[in-house]
């Protein structure tokens, strides 16, 4: 049985009896099993690429080759041109690239683009008292 904390669904049992798998990087993965074959076979090329790819560039180009996506399908729906969309999967043009332009990338692959910003400190609180920051070793 899956606690809410790792799978949200409101307080109430979810219908698919999923389960959690841990990634090689320690993050937790919910499996539905809700899906077909096909798309199952295909989710876990793309979790696995997640778990082991290293930057946003080659993450894109894992999750394009999951999806069976040619970089010419992939402009098409996005419309990105090609050439831009292969220099941001080679990692040429990756720290060049707008924002929107990786936002019309990602949608185009089915996902959904997170920055996430994390302060290099972790800040508790005791029993009411002020917050208080302890920086990472």
Known sequence: MIVDGEHNTMGEDCWCNPRVEVM???????????????????????????????????????????????????????????????????????NKARLNTLCSIAKALKCELRIELKPYEMFTQEGGSEWQATKYE
């Open 24 to 94: 090689q990087n320690g993050n937790k993965v919910i499996i539905h099993n809700d899906i077909e074959p096909q798309e199952a076979k295909e989710m876990s090329n793309i979790l696995l690429a997640i778990a082991s790819e290293t930057n946003t560039a080659s993450l894109l180009k894992a999750v394009r080759k999951s999806r069976k996506m040619s970089i010419l399908e992939v402009s098409e729906k996005s419309g990105v041109n090609r050439n831009t969309i292969r220099e941001i999967e080679n990692g040429n043009a990756i």
